[in-house]
T-cell receptor, first 114, second 113 residues
Framework: AQSVTQLDSQVPVFEEAPVELRCNYS??????LFWYVQYPNQGLQLLLK??????LVESINGFEAEFNKSQTSFHLRKPSVHISDTAEYFC????????????FGKGTKLSVIP | NAGVTQTPKFQVLKTGQSMTLQCAQD?????MYWYRQDPGMGLRLIYY???????DKGEVPNGYNVSRLNKREFSLRLESAAPSQTSVYFC????????????FGNGTRLTVT
């Protein structure tokens, strides 16, 4: 069985400060990892994904995440946040064993303070 | 370029009433999913359909039924609504490969009184 733990339910940060949203997963097989973002009253949008290859993946709006197999982590980082980054962020994992199920963490609410 | 469309956007039911949530995707995706989102719980999978003609239970299937009507449409039915089913419901679709990301609709906010 696979599971995802997002260690922080809420993260307040000042505008232009760096931020890290933590995600740890457990799975007995190889995995595919995703970060989704949810703005208020909207559905989830894919932010970035790790499928294979380089362990550092980037999104178009400045976020990056690093796959660390030894620590079973996939933390999301941004060096300088903007007010518009205020949203809820979900880490998700799918095992590479023919599974169709995507398992989500409980989410981290990022609040950017002006 | 609609993506995943869910109807209705909002619904209020009384305990014991039934209803069907509709979902359609126009991306020719093989797989479709129904999730519920509750505060502090993240998203939990109710049912999914790996391909047209198949459906399987997810993490929280009790009290729900689904129908994969065709490749485009995947409906979720509550036969006898309960207050515990008050939630936001999201439909999603994906290409069906293990590494395919999910594409989500904008959700249906359901309140059961």
């Amino acid at each position: 069985a696979q599971s995802v733990t997002q260690l922080d339910s809420q993260v307040p940060v000042f505008e232009e400060a760096p931020v890290e949203l933590r995600c740890n997963y457990s799975s007995s097989v190889s995995v595919y990892l995703f970060w989704y973002v949810q703005y208020p009253n909207q559905g989830l949008q894919l932010l970035l994904k790790y499928l294979s290859g380089s362990t550092l993946v980037e999104s178009i709006n400045g976020f990056e995440a690093e796959f660390n197999k030894s620590q079973t982590s996939f933390h999301l980082r941004k060096p300088s946040v903007h007010i518009s980054d205020t949203a809820e962020y979900f880490c998700a994992v799918r095992s590479g064993a023919g599974s169709y199920q995507l398992t989500f963490g409980k989410g981290t609410k990022l609040s950017v303070i002006p | 370029n609609a993506g995943v469309t869910q109807t209705p956007k909002f619904q209020v039911l009384k305990t014991g009433q039934s209803m069907t949530l509709q979902c359609a995707q126009d991306m020719n995706h093989n797989s479709m999913y129904w999730y519920r989102q509750d505060p502090g719980m993240g998203l939990r999978l109710i049912y999914y359909s790996a391909s047209e003609g198949t459906t399987d239970k997810g993490e929280v299937p009790n009290g729900y039924n689904v129908s994969r009507l065709n490749k485009r449409e995947f409906s979720l039915r509550l036969e006898s609504a309960a207050p515990s089913q008050t939630s936001v419901y999201f439909c999603a679709s994906s290409g069906g490969l293990e590494n395919s990301p999910l594409h989500f609709g904008n959700g249906t906010r359901l309140t059961v009184t």
